[in-house]
C-alpha cells in the first residue's frame, strides 16, 4: 500500500464506523484488564458470557480476591486455558492491590509487570481504557496489515512499529479497532469478502476474492 492510500484507506473505515468500540464488555479499567487477560484463545462473546456473571458478584482486584481462587475458576471456567487464567488474574489482583492501590496502572511497563499480561494486552488497556494511540496487534490485525499492504510484517511487534509510523495521527487512536473489525468480519482469514469492501481499491490483495455467484459459475 502506497502512503498516499493509507490516508482514504482509514477515512473509509472511519466513515463505515466513527466511534468504533472493542466488543469485549466492561465499565472500569479493571474490568477492561480481565477481560482481555481472559480473551486469549478464547472468543470475545464467550468471555463476555462469564464476565457478565463474575463482574455481578465481583468486579475489584479486593473482591477477585476475597472470591478465591476455585470460585474464581468456576466462574471463568467455560473458556479456554481458564485454570492458568484465574491463577494469573488472582496473581495480578494482589499485585494491583498491594502495589497500585487497588487501581489499574497506566504506564506499559508496570502492566506488562502483571501476571498473564503481554504486550497485546497491555496496548488494549492502554488504547481503550486511557485512550492512547497504542496498537495491539492480534491475529486480524496482523492478517490484515500483512494481506493489503499497510504495514506488513513477519512479526506482531513487526507490524506494531510499522502501523504506530505509517497511520496518521487523525486515525491512531482508534486504527487498531478499524483493523480487528475488518479482520473479523470482511477480510477473513480463508476467504476474504473482497466483493464488499470498502477498501478494496487501496489494497494490495491481488487476487480479490469474487462474489460466491461468480465463483460458482
Keep these: 500500500m502506497k502512503r498516499q492510500d493509507i490516508e482514504p484507506f482509514f477515512a473509509t473505515l472511519a466513515a463505515a464506523n466513527p ?24 472468543t470475545d462473546a464467550g468471555v463476555n458470557k462469564a464476565t457478565r456473571v463474575l463482574f455481578a458478584v465481583a468486579n475489584t482486584p479486593q473482591a477477585i480476591l476475597e472470591l478465591g481462587l476455585e470460585r474464581l475458576e468456576d466462574h471463568v471456567k467455560t473458556i479456554g486455558l481458564f485454570r492458568t487464567k484465574a491463577r494469573n ?49 492480534d491475529t486480524h490485525i496482523f492478517r490484515v496489515s500483512n494481506r493489503t499492504g499497510l504495514a506488513p510484517g513477519k512479526t506482531p511487534l513487526e507490524v506494531e512499529l510499522k502501523l504506530l509510523r505509517r497511520v496518521p495521527k487523525a486515525f491512531a487512536v482508534n486504527a487498531h479497532h478499524w483493523l480487528i473489525l475488518h479482520g473479523r468480519y470482511v477480510c477473513l482469514a480463508r476467504t476474504p469478502r473482497c466483493w464488499e469492501c470498502a477498501v478494496a481499491p487501496w489494497c494490495d490483495y491481488k487476487p480479490k476474492t469474487p462474489p460466491p455467484a461468480a465463483r460458482a459459475r
Excluded at 464488555?25 to 484463545?41: G, H, K, N, R, W
Excluded at 492491590?97 to 488494549?124: D, I, M
Design 89 to 137: 488474574l488472582m496473581e495480578t489482583c494482589r499485585i494491583l492491590v498491594e502495589r497500585h492501590g487497588g487501581e489499574v496502572p497506566r504506564t506499559r511497563e508496570e502492566l506488562e509487570a502483571l501476571p498473564g499480561v503481554g504486550r497485546k494486552t497491555a496496548n488494549v488497556v492502554l488504547n481503550v481504557a486511557f485512550g492512547e494511540a497504542t496498537m495491539a496487534v
Design 19 to 42: 466511534e468504533p468500540r472493542t466488543e469485549l464488555e466492561y465499565s472500569t479499567p479493571f474490568e477492561l484488564l480481565t477481560a482481555v487477560l481472559l480473551s486469549a484463545q478464547a
